[in-house]
């Protein structure tokens, strides 16, 4: 936080911690019960935004943005 200049930012970074103490146990879990040495749910989270900005509620695209979308 204390890098974080704008408070918009520190907003964003106090909720994502909050998300991830509030869900700390469950992901132990699930790291603990995998067999194979990859951990990491970028997957699930990169479905989740493409979800959320293609098709449930749709959003306008600037051609920059759906560039930097599509580069991903």
Request: glycine share 10%; hydrophobic share 35%; with cysteine.
């Amino acid at each position: 936080m204390e890098v974080t200049e704008n408070t918009g930012k520190q907003k964003a970074v106090e909720t994502s911690k909050n998300y991830i103490l509030g869900h700390w146990t469950a992901i132990m879990t699930g790291v603990k019960k995998r067999k194979d040495n990859i951990h990491c749910s970028a997957e699930g989270h990169i479905s989740h935004i493409f979800a959320d900005r293609f098709s449930s509620r749709p959003l306008g695209w600037s051609k920059v943005g759906a560039d930097k979308m599509a580069g991903w």
